[in-house]
């Protein structure tokens, strides 16, 4: 089945740094890929989709340039967190579908935690 | 504005039982409602998936009803299982664009022995 792999599964950065996540797909080509964040106990809330050789579309309230997105290939998109604080503390998880398949499901990949502290 | 409405937020069931959960959505243009299943540290997996042409269906132990007059539709799991602790979450997506998929807020199910 597709696999979407994620990475890293787990980041500890300071304040004021920035962090970068990456989602591939591993077995199949992706034109789109969307990332998602989610805090405990809570549901999944998209932030933005993510075109390749594209700019990415983000959802309202979402700062563009504090979560850059790049979608560089068919099968890697990255989104890096810039001047991380506290409040970026989440759950992010990226997801893709098959190329050319607009109406097959989603493929998730394994989330990343981040913490800032 | 929560556009996929999901309840319970928590259910206990005993192994064996059958556990439901509901949704509802306002959004017409919805046509694709997938059902996810997600443990803890994880990512989100599609469990099974639903058309508004059809009014259920099944796979397994899991199925969908879907009532588009009601705009709901609900999981049931049939002899719900301890392995099937886990946070279940409805979606809706629409087939135009790049169908982006609004998520319910989760129903955290615990199956006890």
């Known amino acids: 089945g597709a696999v979407v792999s994620q990475h890293p599964s787990r980041v500890i950065c300071k304040s004021g740094t920035s962090v970068k996540i990456e989602c591939r797909s591993l077995d199949f080509q992706a034109t789109t890929m969307f990332w998602y964040r989610q805090f405990p106990k809570q549901s999944l809330m998209l932030m933005a989709t993510s075109n390749e050789g594209s700019k990415a579309t983000y959802e309202q309230g979402v700062e563009k340039d504090k979560f850059l997105i790049n979608h560089a290939s068919l099968t890697l998109s990255t989104l890096t967190v810039t001047s991380a604080h506290p409040e970026d503390s989440s759950f992010y998880i990226c997801s893709a579908r098959l190329r050319g398949h607009y109406n097959s499901p989603l493929h998730f990949g394994n989330g990343t935690r981040l913490t800032v502290t | 504005q929560q556009q996929v409405k999901q309840s319970p937020q928590s259910l206990i069931v005993q192994k064996g039982g059958i556990s439901i959960i509901n949704c509802a959505y306002e959004?017409?243009?919805?046509?694709?409602f997938p059902w996810y299943q997600q443990f803890p540290g994880k990512g989100p997996a599609l469990l099974i998936a639903i058309r508004p042409d059809v009014s259920e269906k099944k796979e397994g132990r899991f199925t969908i009803s879907f009532n588009k007059s009601a705009k709901q539709f609900s999981l049931h799991i049939m002899d719900s299982q301890p392995g099937d602790s886990a946070t279940y979450f409805c979606a809706a997506a629409n087939s135009g664009g790049y169908q982006k998929v609004t998520f319910g807020i989760g129903t955290k199910l615990q199956v006890i022995p």
């Open positions: 959004n017409t243009a919805f046509d694709y």
